[in-house]
């Protein structure tokens, strides 16, 4: 069974960083892609990042291109987003999701989830 | 920018009841449309991929339609665990895909 767990969420000050860590298990972590999504409370949800297998491809959507930074270590399982410059907008529960193939385009599993909290 | 949404939300039900959830985009992604289930405090789960495929584990009940900018999910015979959040994800694009903003699914 593939499990996703999140970790590093906590609260932070505006202007500060954090990096969240997304470890998994019961895959062949290296070759999936992987994502960074997350839900303001009460709102929807954001897909922030996607990178592939290798790390060759990354990708950041508009709201945090330059501000977060995603990377992995297939050596560990682990996948990682850093997050720079934060502000109270980029309070949410921040959650790492598999793509299962490059043809298989949707997202399962996800992790629990990591709550952040941007807050003086 | 492929801009999505979704109909009604809330949305209102009584066990037993079929419901459908409409999704719409902004322009043509063919089949690239994937729906979740969340329940309250809980990670989205995929029920349905690549608009009527419906993901291993998932009841019977839940089913997906739809191509092009219009796609709907329906549920029939809702069941009380049903009562959660719906959306739905456009894979069309160079990711980060986008979703919808989400349909509630509430008791009535």
């Known amino acids: 069974e593939v499990q996703l767990v999140e970790s590093g969420g906590g609260m932070v000050q505006p202007g500060g960083s954090l990096t969240l860590s997304c470890v998994a298990s019961g895959l062949t972590f290296k070759t999936y892609s992987m994502n960074w999504v997350r839900q303001a409370p009460g709102k929807g949800l954001e897909c922030l990042s996607y990178?592939?297998?290798?790390?060759?491809?990354?990708y950041y959507a508009d709201s945090v291109k330059g501000r977060f930074t995603m990377s992995r270590d297939n050596a560990k399982n682990s996948l990682y987003l850093h997050m720079n410059s934060l502000t109270a907008e980029d309070t949410a529960v921040y959650y790492c999701?598999?793509?299962?193939?490059?043809?298989?385009?949707?997202?399962?599993?996800w992790g629990p989830g990591t709550l952040v909290t941007v807050s003086s | 920018d492929i801009q999505m949404t979704q109909s009604p939300s809330p949305l209102s039900a009584s066990v037993g009841d079929r419901v459908t959830i409409t999704c719409r985009t902004s322009?043509?992604?063919?089949?690239?449309l994937n729906w979740y289930q969340q329940r309250p405090g809980k990670a989205p789960k995929l029920l349905i991929y690549l608009a009527s495929n419906l993901q291993s584990g998932v009841p019977s009940r839940f089913s997906g339609s739809g191509s092009g900018t219009d796609f709907i999910l329906t549920i029939s015979n809702v069941q009380p665990e049903d009562f959660a959040t719906y959306h739905c994800?456009?894979?069309?694009?160079?990711?980060?895909?986008?979703f919808g903003p989400g349909t509630k699914v509430e008791i009535k």
């Open positions: 322009q043509s992604i063919s089949n690239y």
């Open positions: 994800q456009q894979s069309y694009s160079t990711p980060p895909w986008t």
């Open positions: 990178i592939s297998g290798n790390s060759n491809t990354i």
């Open positions: 999701a598999v793509v299962p193939a490059a043809i298989k385009r949707w997202l399962d599993p």
